[in-house]
């Protein structure tokens, strides 16, 4: 496990840097420094989300108006969101997600093996790219490779953050 | 007994109502006094009937649920412009935390416009919660939507345009109308990325 509060820091700050002014998150522990930052940060539009899918449409609706944004969700929220990601693959809209996974490395929770396993292979195959990051030097280059995937591609790009960048948790 | 709403298909009394066809045009006025986000199938057609292909609305063909997150997305991009998000009974139910989620996010110039007909136009007509006793407008007071209306009758029309345009929203129009079928705009562009440009070229001025 890494130490999140060096890695979530500096990733939050490179997201501002690179223009996102609007985070959209379900809570999980693993973004827990980014929620924090971007609740404390008046310059930036910081939106709870009731599950996960709105956050897609959001991202929409916000580069609709020349903005840009991120969703931070848990891997459980993947599956809720594979309709809605329908609309960022029909209509190439720059979408960026940070995923928390849970259901792999080390899960101890049997209820978050099979949502976890199914990740990857549920976003592929709704058109969205997948980037995953194990160490914390990797954050920041990933970060930055996804960004200009979606932002200069056109694409939906997840970074998935991975149990053995932040720990299995124990039951 | 089961909900008579339940069951009886048609026998809920929209049928008394007003055609969506008359009602939202006068009820919407000026399309140019907002940014648009049309939700899929009935207000899709209602908003295209307003002016077909507006490059001030982006009009959904599918992503059911999408129609009032993405207004979100708009308002808070664009705060000092007023968003109009049109959506059906039927696609608002799909994603009605949404609903908290517009009070969560602060926006205040944003309104929703909900095209009640109490059914699934697109699949048949078959009836929705609506008909079965969901009342919307208690639901979007329940999620703390500051200003509501319903509207039934022509005269109150007036009110809800007003509505529309109140910059201390977010705002919540809950339009009940019959089950006659929305008029199809002749034309339709189902090319998404083609709306897409063309809604950031007309606000932004580049694609």
């Given at each position: 496990?890494?130490?999140?509060?060096?890695?979530?820091?500096?990733?939050?700050?490179?997201?501002?840097?690179?223009?996102?002014?609007?985070?959209?998150?379900?809570?999980?522990?693993?973004?827990?420094?980014?929620?924090?930052?971007?609740?404390?940060?008046?310059?930036?539009?910081?939106?709870?989300?009731?599950?996960?899918?709105e956050?897609?449409?959001?991202?929409?609706?916000?580069?609709?108006?020349?903005?840009?944004?991120?969703?931070?969700?848990?891997?459980?929220g993947?599956?809720?969101?594979?309709?809605?990601?329908?609309?960022?693959?029909?209509?190439?809209?720059?979408?960026?997600?940070?995923?928390?996974?849970?259901?792999?490395?080390?899960?101890?929770?049997?209820?978050?093996?099979?949502?976890?396993?199914?990740?990857?292979?549920?976003?592929?195959?709704?058109?969205?790219?997948?980037?995953?990051?194990?160490?914390?030097?990797?954050?920041?280059?990933?970060?930055?490779?996804?960004?200009?995937?979606?932002?200069?591609?056109?694409?939906?790009?997840?970074?998935?953050l991975?149990?053995?960048?932040?720990?299995?948790?124990a039951? | 007994?089961?909900?008579?709403?339940?069951?009886?298909?048609?026998?809920?009394?929209?049928?008394?109502?007003?055609?969506?066809?008359?009602?939202?045009?006068?009820?919407?006025?000026?399309?140019?006094?907002?940014?648009?986000?049309?939700?899929?199938?009935?207000?899709?057609?209602?908003?295209?009937?307003?002016?077909?292909?507006?490059?001030?609305?982006?009009?959904?063909?599918?992503?059911?649920?999408?129609?009032?997150?993405?207004?979100?997305?708009?308002?808070?991009?664009?705060p000092?412009?007023?968003?109009?998000?049109?959506?059906?009974?039927?696609?608002?139910?799909?994603?009605?935390?949404?609903?908290?989620?517009?009070?969560?996010?602060?926006?205040?110039?944003f309104?929703?416009?909900?095209?009640?007909?109490?059914?699934?136009?697109?699949?048949?007509?078959?009836?929705?919660?609506?008909?079965?006793?969901?009342?919307l407008?208690?639901?979007?007071?329940?999620?703390?939507?500051?200003?509501?209306?319903?509207?039934?009758?022509?005269?109150?029309?007036?009110?809800?345009?007003?509505?529309?345009?109140?910059?201390?929203?977010?705002?919540?129009?809950?339009?009940?109308?019959?089950?006659?079928?929305?008029?199809?705009?002749?034309?339709?562009?189902?090319?998404a990325?083609?709306?897409?440009?063309?809604?950031?070229?007309?606000?932004?001025?580049?694609?």
């Amino acid at each position: 496990m890494t130490d999140q509060t060096v890695w979530g820091n500096q990733l939050y700050d490179h997201l501002v840097e690179y223009g996102v002014s609007l985070f959209a998150y379900v809570p999980d522990a693993g973004h827990k420094v980014m929620i924090q930052r971007s609740l404390d940060d008046p310059s930036v539009a910081s939106v709870p989300l009731t599950t996960e899918e709105e956050g897609v449409a959001m991202a929409a609706g916000a580069y609709l108006c020349g903005g840009k944004s991120v969703l931070l969700m848990q891997s459980s929220g993947v599956g809720n969101c594979i309709n809605m990601l329908s609309l960022i693959a029909f209509a190439r809209f720059p979408f960026v997600t940070f995923v928390s996974m849970r259901g792999e490395f080390g899960e101890q929770n049997p209820w978050q093996i099979a949502m976890g396993q199914a990740v990857r292979p549920s976003l592929e195959s709704i058109g969205t790219l997948c980037l995953s990051v194990e160490q914390a030097e990797d954050v920041i280059p990933t970060a930055d490779a996804a960004l200009g995937m979606a932002y200069k591609s056109q694409c939906g790009v997840a970074v998935l953050l991975s149990q053995k960048l932040l720990g299995a948790k124990a039951f | 007994m089961a909900n008579t709403g339940a069951n009886t298909g048609t026998d809920t009394g929209s049928n008394l109502r007003m055609h969506r066809s008359d009602v939202v045009p006068q009820l919407v006025g000026d399309n140019r006094d907002f940014l648009i986000i049309a939700g899929l199938a009935g207000t899709a057609k209602d908003i295209e009937g307003l002016e077909l292909g507006a490059d001030n609305a982006f009009v959904l063909g599918g992503a059911m649920g999408a129609a009032v997150s993405t207004g979100i997305g708009l308002a808070v991009m664009q705060p000092d412009r007023q968003v109009l998000v049109a959506t059906g009974d039927g696609e608002l139910l799909m994603n009605i935390g949404a609903l908290a989620t517009v009070v969560a996010s602060g926006v205040e110039r944003f309104s929703i416009l909900c095209v009640d007909n109490e059914r699934y136009g697109e699949t048949g007509n078959q009836i929705t919660h609506t008909s079965m006793g969901t009342d919307l407008a208690a639901v979007a007071r329940g999620f703390g939507i500051k200003n509501v209306l319903t509207v039934t009758a022509e005269d109150e029309i007036p009110a809800a345009n007003a509505m529309l345009r109140r910059a201390d929203g977010p705002n919540f129009v809950h339009l009940k109308v019959n089950d006659g079928p929305p008029t199809r705009p002749p034309g339709r562009s189902w090319d998404a990325v083609e709306r897409k440009l063309a809604f950031r070229k007309a606000l932004l001025g580049h694609s």
